[in-house]
Nanobody, 120 residues
Framework: QVQLVESGGGLVQAGGSLRLSCAAS????????MGWYRQAPGKQRELVAL???????NYADSVKGRFTISRDNAKNTMYLQMNSLKPEDTAVYYC??????????????WGQGTQVTVSS
């Protein structure tokens, strides 16, 4: 199995920055696509950004130009640099990974989430 642990959330004023991390551990054979999702109160979970194992990225329109996703494959860790934060970015942020474990079983894994709150 694979465990994903997010960190780096918190309270920040509008216009500020935060950097989220997602560390993967467990019986990892390979990590494929990884992504950040978020869910605000009363809303559905939505995709924020994706990154492939080769580093190709994709962003939601609402965060383009402000957020940057990256990963360190050697450390099985993914990051989300969030700049120019807005109150509407307030949500629980979850990391997601498409991973193959040592038994060659492939599954999607989720972290427990980290709260990001942006005050106006």
């Amino acid at each position: 199995q694979v465990q994903l642990v997010e960190s780096g959330g918190g309270l920040v004023q509008a216009g500020g920055s935060l950097r989220l991390s997602c560390a993967a551990s467990g019986s990892i054979f390979s990590m494929n696509d990884m992504g950040w999702y978020r869910q605000a109160p009363g809303k559905q979970r939505e995709l924020v950004a994706l990154i492939t194992s080769s580093g190709t990225t994709n962003y939601a329109d609402s965060v383009k130009g402000r957020f940057t996703i990256s990963r360190d494959n050697a450390k099985n860790t993914m990051y989300l640099q969030m700049n120019s934060l807005k109150p509407e970015d307030t949500a629980v942020y979850y990391c997601n990974a498409d991973a193959v474990i040592t038994s060659r079983s492939r599954s999607l894994y989720w972290g427990q989430g980290t709260q990001v709150t942006v005050s106006s």
